[in-house]
Every structure is written in C-alpha cells, then in structure tokens.
C-alpha cells in the first residue's frame, strides 16, 4: 500500500513504523494497527510516499487492502526506533522472515549508499510467504532464501545457514526483522560470534506512544539492570544483546516496574 504522506515521509528511517487507524467512522476497531515502513520516498506524484506491507490475515488489515485509490487514511507517525547505521563502510548481514522482512529492503538500499556490502537471508515455512525474492535480490550483493518445507532456496531455516555466510563474507553487523523465536536465535548466533545485532522486535501495539503497556518485553539497561520496556518507544530496534529472550512473554507485569 502506498500512501502520500507529505512531508511526513522525509522523517521516515529503515525501522520506523507507522499507527494506521482502521474501519472508518465509526468503526467498533477502536485499536490502531502498527506497520513496519517498507520503503519511504520525499519525492512522488502527490509528495512524499510512506509504502507498507500489508497481509490480509486480520478484520483491520482487511479492511486497509479494501480501499480504493485517493482513499484517506488516518495515520500517526513516524514512531520508534530505527536501524543504526555504520559510520564506515562494514560487511551487513540483513536477516527477515516471512512478510516481517519488508523493513529490510530499505535499509538494504540505505547500507549500500553507505558503501557497504549488504548480503540477505528472507526465510519462511513456505515459498509463497517469501517476500518480494526477485527485489531482494537485485538490493544486495547476495541473497539466501530457506524454506522449512523445501519448496524453495535451501530447506530448513534462517539460523541454519549464518555460520557459513557469516564465516564467508566475514560479516561485522546482522540486522534482523521478522518472528520473535527467529530472532532469538539469531541473537545466539551472533552473540557467539562476537557480532552486533540489531533488530525490529514484533510485539502488539495497541497505541504505539507508549500508553498502554502491551507491548513490554524484559531488557538489560547498560548497567545491568533488568526492566521492561515499551518496544514502541524504545524500540522496535534494539541491540539483541540486550533483550533477555529466555524471560520474553514469561515475566509477570510488574515484576520489575517499567523503563521510562
């Protein structure tokens, strides 16, 4: 879906997300509906473009693949964190799964204005929830699909082929979008590799300011105190090291207060 945004669009990093209000007036989805920026462009027909990638899977974002050109949607943003980018040239290693990888693609073309060598794992259970292969692999310098049933690339999954590529490429970043397991395991990889890792956490967003509170998840602040925090606000880029993914959905609200 592309959106004309205006002037929002200019303010728009790789990693940012938007809160999309769904259903219309008066509507019964009170909620907004968070969604990753694909790709954001200041220049276009109407001004500024926000795309976003949506699956039909839900009753809001059933409704959002429903309209029709010239459609006005109500829209906050841009909200988050976004992805760190290296000062200097550096070896990236961009890892997403399923429709979750869509951040990927633009900060693919951020790193290689940079000067940097961008390769790319997408992985799914099947072919069909690859997204965009054929675009993603005219962004990087190389790209790896997997797929847990074989139907397309190398069978299994993401984690099983960054050894190799990491070793390969002599990788120094591994930027990862996608489910949180995925990333989890992504986050041992690389932090047996010695290797930075940033990733775009998926939890709910009710509000996407920080209000509600569901979408904390346990972190390690730089002095080694454990809190949680509000993935919206804080996130959702954050250092994978930091994220305490054995707690992830097992501690208790409240347990020990929040961050911020």
């Known amino acids: 879906m592309v959106l004309a945004a205006g002037d929002m669009a200019q303010h728009c990093s790789a990693g940012n997300f938007v809160a999309v209000s769904v259903g219309g007036t008066g509507s019964s989805m009170i909620l907004r509906r968070a969604f990753a920026i694909y790709r954001a462009s200041d220049r276009g027909q109407y001004g500024g473009t926000i795309e976003l990638v949506i699956a039909p899977q839900g009753q809001g974002s059933r409704w959002l693949t429903s309209l029709d050109i ?69 962004s990087v310098n190389s790209l790896t699909i997997t797929t847990e049933d074989g139907g397309a690339g190398i069978k299994g999954r993401v984690t099983q082929v960054l050894p190799d590529l990491i070793e390969k490429h002599g990788i120094e970043i591994i930027y990862s979008c996608g489910p949180m397991p995925m990333i989890a395991a992504i986050e041992e990889i690389s932090f047996k590799a010695g290797l930075v890792h940033q990733c775009a956490v998926e939890e709910a967003m009710a509000c996407g300011i920080g209000i509600c509170m569901t979408c904390v998840l346990p972190v390690r602040d730089p002095d080694g105190v454990i809190k949680m925090t509000r993935s919206c606000i804080d996130g959702p880029v954050m250092d994978g090291s930091r994220v305490i993914w054995d707690s992830l959905r097992k501690v208790p609200l409240g347990t020990w207060g929040f961050d911020g």
Request: proline letters at 7%; hydrophobic letters at 40%.
């Open 70 to 138: 010239h459609d006005v949607v109500d829209i906050v943003g841009p909200l988050g964190t976004s992805f760190g980018i290296p000062t200097e040239p550096a070896s990236a290693l961009l890892v997403g799964g399923g429709y979750g990888s869509a951040p990927l693609f633009g900060l693919a073309e951020v790193l290689k204005e940079r000067g940097c060598r961008v390769d790319m794992v997408l992985g799914a259970s099947s072919a069909g929830k690859i997204y965009a292969p054929l675009e993603g692999k005219r």
